[in-house]
């Protein structure tokens, strides 16, 4: 079941799409300049980012490490988390895990039938949207580190390096003078959305053991997460950009 739950996590934590004033700057791109970027090979243009990937799976968080490095400000921090907490997939998501928690009777003391559907759902979405809150925008407010994901594409290196360089940037992120430093943001804030979890979880899952099971899930998940960050535009070129220009020249 963590492994079922680490796949569909992963899908839902990637940042949403709240509307926001059209004068403020996309927080996801604010580092990209009108300069072509050096990623020639992605099916997306320099400086914009696929706002869904596959999509549907809210992909705000995700920047263009291949142009020069601008910071955030703290407004497009909380920006991003709460675009990443109440775009519309996140509520199908909670609901998909709501519905794999019930059927593997995770939690007995939320009970079945539809109360305890109910209970899932609020702590399936109470997990996600606390956690994004927690590690995209107050935690990286107050240890001054960007929540950004920054792509380094095809122009980065080998499939496996960059594979390993986005699973370890849940414990290496840019601080907001770009200098590399431990994610702080990450643990605490999720280590900080797991001991709230405890208010609304049932007394049998709030001992350590179960708490540091719940952290590690968080983290994993985030890690998945930015795989499907980074490689999200070259699967989109290779099977749908491609598949549209095959269909368009066979009608």
Same mark, same amino acid.
């Given at each position: 079941?963590?492994?079922?739950?680490?796949?569909?996590?992963?899908?839902?934590?990637?940042?949403?799409?709240?509307?926001?004033?059209?004068?403020?700057?996309?927080?996801?791109? *604010?580092?990209?300049?009108?300069?072509?970027? *050096?990623? +020639? &090979?992605?099916?997306?243009?320099? =400086? @914009?980012v696929d706002?869904?990937?596959?999509?549907?799976?809210?992909? #705000?968080?995700?920047?263009?490490?291949?142009?020069?490095?601008?910071?955030?400000? /703290?407004?497009?921090?909380?920006?991003?988390?709460?675009?990443?907490?109440?775009?519309?997939?996140? #509520?199908?998501?909670?609901?998909?895990? *709501? $519905?794999?928690? @019930?059927?593997? %009777?995770?939690?007995?003391?939320?009970?079945?039938?539809?109360?305890? #559907?109910?209970?899932r759902y609020?702590? +399936?979405? $109470?997990?996600?949207?606390? =956690?994004? !809150? !927690?590690?995209?925008?107050?935690?990286?407010?107050?240890?001054?580190?960007?929540?950004?994901?920054?792509?380094?594409?095809?122009?980065?290196?080998?499939?496996?390096?960059?594979?390993?360089?986005?699973?370890?940037?849940?414990?290496? %992120?840019?601080? %907001?003078?770009?200098?590399?430093?431990?994610?702080?943001?990450?643990?605490?804030?999720?280590? /900080?959305?797991?001991?709230?979890?405890?208010?609304?979880?049932?007394?049998?899952?709030?001992?350590?053991?179960?708490?540091?099971?719940?952290?590690?899930?968080?983290? *994993? &998940?985030?890690?998945?997460?930015?795989?499907?960050?980074?490689?999200?535009? %070259?699967?989109?070129?290779?099977?749908?950009?491609?598949?549209?220009?095959? &269909?368009?020249?066979?009608?």
């Open positions: 079941m963590a492994m079922v739950s680490l796949a569909v996590s992963a899908w839902g934590q990637t940042p949403s799409n709240n509307p926001t004033p059209d004068a403020s700057p996309d927080p996801a791109a *604010a580092s990209a300049p009108a300069t072509p970027s *050096a990623d +020639s &090979t992605s099916a997306v243009p320099a =400086g @914009q706002k869904r990937i596959f999509g549907v799976l809210p992909n #705000y968080r995700t920047a263009d490490g291949t142009v020069p490095f601008s910071p955030i400000t /703290t407004k497009q921090k909380f920006t991003i988390a709460v675009k990443d907490s109440f775009d519309w997939p996140v #509520y199908l998501l909670s609901g998909a895990f *709501a $519905g794999l928690y @019930q059927l593997d %009777d995770q939690n007995p003391s939320f009970g079945q039938g539809v109360k305890g #559907y109910a209970k609020g702590a +399936s979405y $109470g997990d996600q949207a606390i =956690g994004n !809150m !927690m590690t995209e925008a107050i935690m990286p407010s107050l240890f001054h580190e960007d929540p950004r994901y920054f792509r380094i594409g095809p122009g980065g290196g080998t499939k496996k390096h960059r594979v390993v360089y986005a699973l370890t940037r849940v414990m290496i %992120d840019r601080s %907001d003078k770009n200098t590399p430093r431990f994610n702080f943001s990450e643990w605490v804030g999720n280590g /900080t959305a797991v001991a709230i979890s405890n208010l609304y979880y049932p007394a049998d899952t709030r001992d350590v053991a179960d708490n540091i099971e719940k952290l590690g899930v968080q983290v *994993a &998940t985030d890690a998945f997460s930015n795989v499907l960050k980074e490689f999200w535009p %070259d699967i989109k070129k290779k099977w749908f950009v491609k598949k549209s220009a095959d &269909t368009s020249s066979h009608p």
